[in-house]
């Protein structure tokens, strides 16, 4: 199974350049053959996550082996945590994908569309599965690259002013990696991600990794739109074409954010109580600072955006959480269940998500404006459409039985059993933000008085419809991961991966 780790990289990778030139001379070939190739990968990763368990896979690039103990090739490795975010990253990208078949002929030069797209995911994937940090530092980048592109696709005003935002922070946090990164490999003299979690371990902390750690939380924290370092996220992810801001908002700031401080945080560096009071407060501001935001947001989009730095507020605090009470020595099962929660959550909003991103890509398709005031009544018009974003948004907002309100009851249930009460409340009090936030857009969108310009008489395409569906049905069921069984299959090789360090 070690074998397969490269082809998460490679076929992607493979595919961006094929279908940048086979694209322009078979018009249908980029959106037929990127669908498949990323349906194919996401078979893969689940195949993978049913038969792993709590072992971790090692693939040695080159066959170079350790020497004396001290490994000097790069090294591709796998573990529950790494395989969940293999499973997210490529099933969003084959419905994300496949939603493109239909969205993407407003625009031209569409195979551009899906090389870079092919890339954005590759370096997500290869982020995933990576044990250097070096290289994972060179995956982030081809990913972050793409996506600036991505934005800008549209080649308008605003989509350009966006990407030179995104691409200006986007590089100060590149920056604090790579110097981070820099200061690692001179404390400890190696890039392996398990080689210095063993140097760290054996040796008492230095200023020189102190320094890498707030450089590497700011850095990431840029990477996943924390507050306060969110500022080019709802310009980004509003200019992106939909199918992009899902993925951007579903999958980018998981991979190359969340993913990358918790990998560091929990399975790298020492833990370190201070350091874990910082992240829960950021989580915390983010949750709270993001829901205010998006209250007066009329663009949906930037609505939606705003709404993403809410919710990664609640994984962040949660993994928080938990990790004070590892550092702390606290009661072990409640740390399970807190890192559980934020593990869950990081799923859901994937999709339910995605979805709400998408729905937003098919009102724009078919009004051509993002603006809710100059909406309403398009229940009857857009039945589909409709259906699904009343879905993700109870979904999001923790109404049951949609998958939000179980991941959200884990880290209100984890806050109050580690005596965090007013964490607790807080996150209640956001949800109930959250759920008028989306009644707000289900009433001028789909139920108020129909605008003069909200004139449709049809639904989107098929390719747009049959993506929402099936994320919809998603929202359904995840739900299922709260019950032991789907739990331990699926999220608790993760949530091990971050508690056991040693592996």
């Not at 070939?29 to 349906?39: C, G, Q, T, W």
Request: overall charge neutral; proline content about 4%; hydrophobic content about 55%.
């Amino acid at each position: 199974m070690e074998a397969l780790l490269p082809l998460f990289v490679v076929i992607p990778l493979g595919f961006a350049f094929i279908t940048a030139l086979l694209g322009r001379y078979i018009p249908l070939f980029h959106r037929i053959a990127i669908p498949l190739v990323f349906l194919f990968l996401s078979v893969l990763s689940v195949w993978m996550m049913a038969n792993l368990r709590e072992t971790v896979l090692t693939y040695m690039v080159g066959g170079w082996e350790p020497v004396n103990g001290i490994p000097v090739g790069i090294h591709l490795s796998a573990d529950g945590f790494s395989v969940l975010l293999l499973v997210i990253i490529n099933s969003l990208a084959f419905l994300s994908a496949f939603y493109s078949y239909a969205y993407i002929e407003q625009y031209t030069s569409g195979h551009y569309f899906y090389a870079l797209f092919c890339l954005m995911v590759a370096g997500m994937n290869g982020v995933a599965v990576t044990g250097d940090i070096f290289n994972l530092y060179v995956f982030l980048e081809i990913a972050a690259i793409a996506s600036y592109a991505l934005v800008a696709f549209g080649i308008k005003k605003e989509e350009l002013e966006a990407s030179f935002k995104y691409q200006v922070l986007g590089g100060i946090g590149s920056l604090f990696i790579l110097f981070g990164i820099g200061v690692l490999y001179w404390a400890t003299g190696t890039l392996n991600m398990a080689d210095i979690h063993k140097i760290i371990g054996s040796t008492a902390v230095s200023p020189g990794i102190v320094f890498a750690g707030v450089l590497l939380l700011a850095g990431f924290g840029i990477k996943s739109a924390m507050v306060p370092f969110h500022s080019w996220l709802p310009d980004a992810h509003s200019s992106a074409p939909s199918p992009i801001s899902a993925m951007l908002s579903g999958v980018l700031i998981k991979s190359i954010g969340i993913y990358c401080l918790l990998r560091f945080f929990f399975n790298i560096f020492t833990a370190s109580s201070q350091v874990a009071y910082v992240i829960t407060t950021l989580g915390v501001a983010s949750m709270v600072i993001g829901a205010f935001l998006a209250i007066y947001q009329w663009d949906i989009k930037r609505l939606l955006a705003y709404s993403s730095i809410s919710q990664i507020g609640y994984v962040v605090m949660s993994a928080g959480i938990g990790l004070i009470l590892l550092c702390n020595h606290g009661d072990i099962h409640v740390a399970a269940l807190a890192i559980f929660g934020g593990i869950y959550h990081l799923m859901n909003h994937a999709f339910f998500k995605g979805l709400l991103f998408l729905n937003a890509g098919s009102l724009e398709y078919r009004l051509k404006t993002r603006n809710l005031l100059k909406m309403g009544g398009l229940a009857s018009s857009m039945p589909v459409t409709s259906s699904t974003s009343l879905v993700a948004s109870m979904a999001i907002a923790g109404i049951p039985p949609f998958n939000g309100f179980f991941s959200k009851l884990v880290i209100i249930v984890a806050a109050v059993k580690s005596g965090f009460y007013g964490l607790a409340i807080i996150a209640v009090i956001v949800s109930i933000i959250t759920l008028s936030l989306f009644l707000k857009f289900q009433r001028y969108a789909f139920y108020g008085k129909p605008s003069e310009s909200a004139t449709t008489e049809k639904d989107v395409p098929f390719s747009m419809e049959g993506t929402m569906i099936l994320l919809a049905v998603c929202c359904l069921l995840l739900s299922l991961l709260i019950f032991p069984f789907f739990r331990n299959l699926i999220l608790m090789p993760a949530v091990h991966a971050l508690m056991n360090a040693t592996i």
